[in-house]
């Protein structure tokens, strides 16, 4: 199948900084993109998506950005605190019913 | 609102033991349902995904299998478990439209097969 992607497997940001996790995805008929947060032990919680035909939306203290020429996602999280350590995934829906998730990026923040 | 309830949350079973999880969806009708695996420190395997009751689709062959008897209801099974088959299993759903469904996942159930 397809894959999603994380550029890197571990950050490691100071409370207070900005945090900017990468993932790229090879489809690019892939018209739906979700980020999750997942704390340890727990499923995954949706923070964010955004649709192919967007290339930013903002929630709260978060940014989703998509770039489809280089097949590009990322989530920003501003002002980042230390409840935001955690494992994130990006995933992508390429067809209307299956989703498909990368190995996951995972956030430490240093007090 | 729409609530997603997976059990039992942790198991520990032996080598060749049957394997039964079960997941269930409040507050929506007609839901899709996934049955997603994730090994320790890897990413999420589909594992198997539902549009209706009584559809099934696989997407990796294992000794596995997935049953949907009722409409919000979704069940992962197996007949005889495999050390392989450890992992964190999670159930998830969507609503069933075409223009985008954002996928929820219940709380895991930790399978420790020894």
């Known amino acids: 199948g397809e894959s999603v992607g994380l550029h890197l497997p571990t950050l490691s940001v100071q409370e207070g900084d900005n945090s900017i996790i990468n993932c790229a995805y090879s489809?690019?008929?892939?018209?739906?993109f979700i980020w999750y947060k997942q704390e340890s032990g727990k499923g995954p919680q949706f923070i964010i998506d955004i649709r192919s035909n967007m290339d930013k939306r903002q929630g709260q203290r978060v940014t989703v950005l998509l770039n489809k020429t280089v097949k590009h996602l990322s989530l920003q999280i501003a002002a980042t605190q230390p409840g935001d350590s955690a494992v994130y995934f990006c995933a992508e829906r390429y067809t209307g019913n299956q989703f498909y998730f990368g190995t996951g990026t995972s956030l430490t923040v240093i007090p | 609102s729409q609530t997603i309830h997976q059990w039992p949350a942790t198991l520990v079973q032996p080598v060749g033991s049957p394997l039964s999880l079960e997941c269930t969806v409040e507050g929506t009708s007609n839901p899709n349902l996934y049955w997603y695996r994730q090994a320790a420190g890897r990413g999420l395997q589909l594992l198997f995904y539902?549009?209706?009751?009584?559809?099934i689709s696989s997407e990796v062959p294992q000794n596995l299998s997935a049953s949907r008897p009722q409409d919000r209801q979704f069940i992962l099974s197996s007949k005889k478990l495999l050390l392989s088959d450890s992992g964190f299993y999670l159930c998830?759903?969507?609503?069933?439209?075409?223009?985008?469904?954002?996928?929820?996942f219940g709380e895991g159930s930790w399978l420790t097969v020894v």
């Open positions: 998830a759903w969507s609503v069933a439209l075409a223009s985008g469904n954002t996928i929820y």
């Open positions: 489809n690019s008929a892939s018209d739906y």
């Open positions: 539902s549009v209706g009751i009584g559809q």
